[in-house]
């Protein structure tokens, strides 16, 4: 029953015009991606967010401890007290603490020097899907999104606290059954990224095109392999 039901709908779709066909394959598609969107992609976007928020909060106050413990220093130096000394290494075990919790909050985060490789050996799996471009994004310190744009380079040197965030974005083409597949399979990755953006372009029926844009974050300011 449930494949003549399926051959009646084929059948229906062949004998459609080939501009109505692409029309229909488009709107499968994006019924398709939406899908996905809200069952994975938007949730981790989400935790993402959170998660951020969460980190930021943390180096804002690594960042004000670290003042306080360079007023302190200055302090000690000038005229040494006991009550001073004390406050000191009460904030730099409170640094610590916060160190360690960003630590355990970036367990099994993709390192970033992994990322481009494992994304693409995901992809060079399916021989339906071809790699046109993979393009490491500049890295930027986690806080610098949280800070106003108007503060200029004061602002950026605030932000250079110790979390940096790599960017990846990805282009490739191919059937998009393959397409959701792939998404799919790195979904089952035992390492974790952040989803920023998908974009598909639909090109001649059955090919269409992503870029993709991903990224994690570490402590290292480097670049991420390419």
């Given at each position: 029953m449930k494949i003549a039901w399926l051959n009646h709908y084929l059948a229906r779709f062949d004998a459609l015009a080939e501009r109505d066909r692409m029309a229909v394959s488009l709107l499968l598609l994006v019924s398709l991606l939406m899908l996905f969107y809200l069952l994975f992609i938007e949730p981790q976007m989400l935790h993402a967010e959170a998660l951020n928020k969460q980190i930021n909060s943390m180096q804002m106050q690594v960042k004000a401890g670290e003042q306080q413990i360079g007023l302190l220093q200055k302090r000690l130096h000038q005229d040494p007290d006991a009550e001073n000394r004390q406050l000191l290494a009460r904030l730099k075990r409170q640094k610590q603490q916060i160190d360690e919790q960003l630590q355990v909050k970036m367990q099994g985060l993709i390192a970033p020097a992994q990322m481009a490789q494992v994304l693409e050996s995901v992809l060079t799996q399916s021989?339906?899907?071809?790699?046109?471009?993979?393009?490491?994004?500049?890295?930027?310190?986690?806080?610098?999104?949280?800070?106003?744009?108007?503060?200029?380079?004061?602002?950026?040197?605030?932000?250079?606290?110790?979390?940096?965030?790599?960017g990846l974005q990805i282009e490739f083409r191919g059937s998009y059954l393959q397409m959701l597949a792939y998404l799919r399979l790195l979904k089952t990755l035992p390492w974790n990224f952040y989803w920023d953006s998908i974009e598909v372009t639909m090109d001649k029926y059955p090919q269409a095109q992503i870029v993709m844009t991903v990224h994690t974050l570490s402590?290292?300011?480097?670049?991420?392999?390419v």
């Open positions: 021989t339906a899907l071809k790699l046109e471009k993979l393009n490491n994004l500049p890295v930027r310190p986690l806080l610098e999104d949280s800070l106003d744009d108007k503060q200029g380079k004061n602002a950026a040197a605030s932000a250079d606290v110790g979390v940096y965030r790599h402590f290292t300011p480097g670049w991420i392999g």
